[in-house]
């Protein structure tokens, strides 16, 4: 059961050029969203989040959008470059008044110089 | 700046045998926890502890897991009879949760595998 889906393994973007990586999520309760990344041999870094009462969150080159009719955010990345190379991790919380984050899969970023 | 740390960073046991997975979480964070990721899967929650105790769990985390936090500074997971699909990544996290845009602390992980 994937409540929070990232349906792009990989994805591979041009440096300078804007990453764009989405996620989809199933459950309506959830408030609250996150991104991480994680380099290998590290465990994941909090990156950017987001509460479900904005749509949108910035933070120097990351920005997180949110549609939550759509039940989808995106992280943009702009511009990017080659140490943004990572595998990046969606994530939600809030069921319950839960804390804890239910993580999607993780989509792997390339930067090409 | 303070970070989570993790021993070992590669633990290799045979099947049917006892792991202790050991984390020193950030000083004067709260709340910790225990994650895994199975290669090329998810990060799954496994457990969250309190005020020495066990505050949230998963579905796998079930008998054959424990958490301790023996001393003022290590917090660490038990496997006690491991299996072959306990073969994962562990990620302990740490909390402040002085607010909600506090996020989660990961240390760098152990890789567990079991023969």
């Known amino acids: 059961d994937q409540q929070v889906k990232q349906n792009s393994p990989s994805l591979s973007v041009q440096e300078g050029r804007i990453s764009i990586l989405n996620c989809d999520y199933t459950n309506s309760m959830f408030d609250y969203f996150l991104w991480y990344k994680k380099y290998p041999a590290e465990g994941p870094t909090f990156l950017i989040s987001i509460s479900s009462i904005k749509d949108k969150n910035e933070d120097g080159r990351f920005t997180v959008f949110l549609n939550k009719s759509a039940k989808h955010l995106s992280l943009h990345i702009v511009p990017s470059q080659p140490g943004d190379s990572a595998v990046y991790f969606c994530?939600?919380?809030?069921?319950?008044?839960?804390?804890?984050?239910?993580f999607g899969r993780g989509t792997s970023l390339i930067v090409h110089p | 700046e303070p970070e989570v740390t993790q021993t070992p960073s590669h633990q290799v046991t045979q099947m049917g045998q006892e792991v202790i997975l050991r984390c020193v979480p950030i000083s004067n964070h709260l709340y910790f926890y225990w994650y895994r990721q199975i290669l090329g899967q998810k990060v799954e929650f496994l457990v969250s502890?309190?005020?020495?105790?066990?505050?949230?769990k998963s579905e796998i985390f079930d008998d054959q897991f424990s958490v301790e936090r023996p001393d003022g500074s290590n917090f660490t997971l038990k496997i006690r009879s491991t299996k072959l699909e306990d073969s994962a990544m562990y990620f302990c996290?740490?909390?402040?949760?002085?607010?909600?845009?506090?996020?989660?602390?990961f240390g760098p992980g152990t890789r567990l595998t079991v023969l």
């Open positions: 994530a939600a919380s809030g069921v319950g008044g839960s804390y804890i984050p239910t």
């Open positions: 502890f309190y005020n020495n105790e066990i505050s949230e």
């Open positions: 996290a740490s909390y402040k949760r002085t607010s909600r845009e506090n996020e989660q602390f």
